[in-house]
């Protein structure tokens, strides 16, 4: 506690560093979604929706998409630097204002091979001259002939019923699943677009064009039916890195997050604005063996907006309302060991954000699932324990035990007109509930600190490591300095 009529300054920089996350336990990398000998459908929903489409149109049911062999190396950083100025009211009661700055940094590189690879970037992507006529032309065929077929089974041509077995209509009914399935391949679903598709000398390419020679020499031959004839256009190339970089950053056909992918990129901002109220329970004379504090704390919605569109991005805050409140302790045994006890919990209010609405495991989510939600955060609970030995009067070392747990957020559409919206860029209805895995937080976090007290001068440092967790949460390694000094207002 600082005295009454005098103001404290602290600063107390905090780095955290991860290329990790506890994900219920398992300790994963960050790059994990694109790094494998097969990138593809486990962790990309659109090509998990190609796949399926591929198998369909090329009659491939064993068909595995794969953008090729990769290693994604991600690392991510968070400096804090805190100014907090508390000033003594009382002998026991003391308010403050701390002010954060937040640095926040991402360092990626993505390195893709061609090994294994079976997809490359949609000819409309890539830019390749005439694409966009070639499928007008095809589909444009493709749905005449397909018309007129079913005219002609609807006038009792082949022999068919009007209700009944009939294998012209089975063929129709095929083939309009082929249809459909190749529209999605080259456009997507809803306004998702579509980046990859089939290498032309794939198993899948290679059994689209045949499904399709097939489809056009039976609709000719074996009903009559002519007008048929182009090929369906596929990619000849495999991915790049700079390909894969071209598909995360367009927004149509893409997935249209607005920063380079593979750079290193960092951001300075505001975060909350923390006021407090300290009131002293117990303690503070000179002998005291014994001393404990009680805080109540208000976090405020001042830090920066992350966006949606910001691919691997980092919070600079929550953006909301949080409550908390602190019980602090300390106690000397023998003038020697010191043993400091912190507890502390919080309420999260409910507030909005805007999310891609995807499950957590997708890395790739497409532009169109963007949406405003409504989102109640989970509240929270902290104990920190430090048993230090003290040297000197001034100077002590120990070590330092945290745990963390954190509820899981929860999210849902602001009006049925949002998911209304929402389903139809989707082509399909999505809960805003599948945004609530992965945001429940369990860690324990070991570690080492120094502390030096004067009488006008304080500092400390500190080290520690998350050392297990549940839910997901950061494998970061969290340095921390304090310096600390107070002045008499009178």
């Known amino acids: 506690m600082p005295p009454q009529g005098a103001i404290r300054v602290t600063f107390d920089p905090r780095v955290m560093g991860w290329d990790a996350e506890f994900v219920d336990g398992a300790r994963l990398g960050l790059g994990r979604w694109l790094t494998g000998d097969t990138v593809g459908s486990a962790s990309i929903p659109t090509v998990a ?33 805190p100014v907090t100025t508390e000033v003594g009211i009382t002998k026991r009661l003391s308010v403050r204002l701390t002010v954060p700055i937040v640095r926040v940094a991402t360092r990626t590189r993505l390195q893709l091979a061609s090994k294994g690879a079976n997809l490359g970037l949609n000819p409309l992507l890539a830019g390749v001259s005439g ?34 077995p009939c294998p012209a209509r089975d063929d129709s009914a095929a083939w309009h699943a082929v249809r459909d399935a190749l529209y999605r391949t080259v456009y997507g679903v809803g306004q998702t677009g579509s980046p990859f598709m089939p290498i032309d000398t794939s198993d899948g390419g290679r059994g689209i064009d045949t499904t399709v020679a097939l489809i056009q020499r039976e609709l000719a031959a074996k009903y009559g039916i002519s007008g048929f004839a182009d090929a369906f256009l596929l990619p000849r190339d495999s991915l ?51 001393a404990a504090a009680v805080v109540a704390l208000g976090r405020l919605p001042t830090g920066a907006v992350d966006s949606a569109d910001d691919w691997l991005r980092q919070s600079i805050g929550d953006h909301q309302t949080d409550l908390e409140a602190r019980l ?25 954000r805007v999310r891609r ?63 209304t919206d929402l389903a139809t860029r989707l082509g399909a209805p999505t809960s805003a509930s599948v945004l609530d895995q992965g945001t429940s937080e369990r860690r324990l976090q070991l570690g080492v600190a120094v502390s030096y007290v004067a009488p006008e001068v304080e500092g400390g440092f500190s080290i520690q490591q998350t050392v297990t967790g549940a839910g997901v949460t950061p494998a970061a390694a969290e340095f921390r300095i304090v310096l600390r000094a107070s002045w008499n207002l009178f």
């Open 49 to 81: 929706r190609l796949e399926q489409d591929v198998r369909v149109a090329g009659g491939v049911p064993g068909f595995v998409a794969s953008l090729g062999k990769g290693i994604l190396s991600v690392r991510q950083e968070r400096r804090t630097y």
């Open 131 to 164: 694409a966009d006529g070639r499928y007008t032309d095809f589909f444009t065929q493709f749905d005449a002939t397909l018309a007129g077929l079913d005219r002609n089974i609807a006038a009792g041509m082949y022999g068919c019923p009007p209700r009944g």
């Open 240 to 290: 790049s890195a700079a390909a894969m970089e071209l598909a995360i950053l367009e927004p149509s056909i893409g997935f249209g997050y607005r920063a380079q992918p593979f750079r290193n990129s960092f951001r300075y901002a505001l975060g909350d604005v923390e006021i407090a109220a300290k009131y002293r329970v117990a303690g503070g004379g000179a002998d005291a063996h014994y």
């Open 328 to 352: 602090i302790q300390e106690l000397t045994v023998a003038n020697r060991l010191w043993l400091n006890l912190a507890i502390r919990a919080g309420i999260q209010r409910p507030g909005t």
């Open 357 to 419: 609405v995807a499950p957590f495991d997708a890395i790739l989510v497409p532009f169109a699932a963007t949406a405003d939600l409504a989102w109640d955060p989970g509240d929270y609970a902290a104990v920190d324990f430090a048993p230090l030995y003290r040297f000197a009067p001034q100077f002590a070392a120990g070590l330092t035990a945290g745990y963390w747990t954190k509820g899981r957020d929860h999210y849902s559409f602001r009006s049925p007109q949002d998911s």
